[in-house]
C-alpha cells in the first residue's frame, strides 16, 4: 500500500443547499451514491438528477423501446426512495454516448436551469479501482463524467453556449464543486451509515435490471454490494462506512 492509499479521506463539504448529480445511466447513481443522497436530502437539501440516457441498451433479453421506458420508471422510484424527486433525461443513446459540444451543452443547460452548488458525476477514468488489472470502464461514463467536469465551467461563460442564453438560461458560475464518485483517487467522504437502508431499496428498485445482471438473490446481492464498496473506505474515514468522491474545486 503507497502512502496516498492510507491518506485519511476528507468529509464532504456540506455549506451548499442544491445539487446536481449527472450521469449516463440508470442505476449509476444507485451503485453507490444514493446513501450520500439520502443524507444530503435529510439535511434539507436539495438534489437533482440528470441522466443522457434511459438505459435503454443494458438488458440483453429486451429490446430498447421496451427496456427505456422500464428503466425510466425504475429511475424515477429509486430517485424517490432518497427523497429526489427531479429526475431529468437528456436522450444521448446508450452505450454509443458522444464527448463532444453537444453532450457538454446538455449538460451545461442543466446546470443553468437547477443552478447547483455541488455537482456530482460518476467515475470519469478509465479503470474501476486503478491498479493492475482493475476492470476497464465503459465510454459512456468517461464521455459524461469529462463533459460533466468541463460543463461546470461552460455553464458559467455567456459566450460559449451563446444559443442557452437565448432559450433564457442565463449563465450560473455558482457551481463551487465537482465531485466523481466511484473515482480510483478518492479525496473525500460521507458517512454511509444514516442512509444506507434508504440506499439498499434504492439499488434494488431496480429489479429488472438485476436480475438480468445475476442469478442471485436481489436483495442479497445488492446489501452484499454496497457493504462492500461502503465498508471498502472505512480505513480511512474513522471506521466508518463511506461514500467517497474525488472533489474538484471550481
Ligand atoms: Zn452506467
Redesign the pocket.
Known amino acids: 500500500m503507497t502512502e496516498t492509499d492510507i491518506t485519511a479521506l476528507a468529509e464532504m463539504p456540506g455549506d451548499w443547499q442544491r445539487a446536481l448529480a449527472v450521469?449516463?445511466?440508470p442505476?449509476?447513481l444507485e451503485?453507490g451514491c444514493a446513501a450520500a443522497v439520502a443524507a444530503w436530502t435529510d439535511a434539507g437539501k436539495e438534489v437533482v438528477y440528470v441522466l443522457a440516457t434511459r438505459?435503454e441498451a443494458g438488458i440483453d433479453t429486451l429490446a430498447p423501446d421496451v427496456c427505456g421506458p422500464l428503466r425510466e420508471r425504475e429511475q424515477r422510484d429509486s430517485a424517490a426512495v432518497v427523497g429526489v424527486d427531479t429526475v431529468e433525461f437528456l436522450d444521448h443513446r446508450d452505450g454509443v454516448i458522444e464527448y463532444g459540444l453537444g453532450l457538454r451543452r446538455d449538460i451545461a443547460a442543466a446546470i443553468r436551469r437547477h443552478r447547483p452548488e455541488l455537482v456530482v458525476t460518476?467515475n470519469h477514468r478509465d479503470t474501476w479501482g486503478g491498479g493492475p488489472g482493475a476492470p476497464w470502464n465503459?465510454p459512456?461514463?468517461l464521455a459524461v463524467g469529462r463533459a460533466t467536469l468541463d460543463a461546470a465551467a461552460d455553464a458559467g461563460n455567456r459566450w460559449i453556449f451563446p444559443e442557452l442564453t437565448d432559450q433564457g438560461l442565463e449563465p450560473w458560475s455558482g457551481v463551487r464543486w465537482v465531485a466523481v464518485a466511484a473515482s480510483s483517487t478518492p479525496t473525500h467522504a460521507i458517512d454511509a451509515a444514516p442512509g444506507l437502508d434508504r440506499a439498499i431499496r434504492s439499488l434494488l428498485c431496480h429489479r429488472a435490471y438485476i436480475e438480468a445482471l445475476t442469478d442471485e438473490d436481489p436483495e442479497t446481492y445488492v446489501r452484499d454490494f454496497l457493504a462492500m464498496t461502503t465498508g471498502g473506505a472505512a480505513a480511512r474515514f474513522g471506521g466508518r462506512p463511506a461514500v467517497t468522491f474525488e472533489l474538484f474545486g471550481r
Request: proline share 0%; no cysteine; charged share 25%.
Open positions: 450521469v449516463a445511466h442505476d449509476d451503485y438505459g460518476l465503459t459512456d461514463h
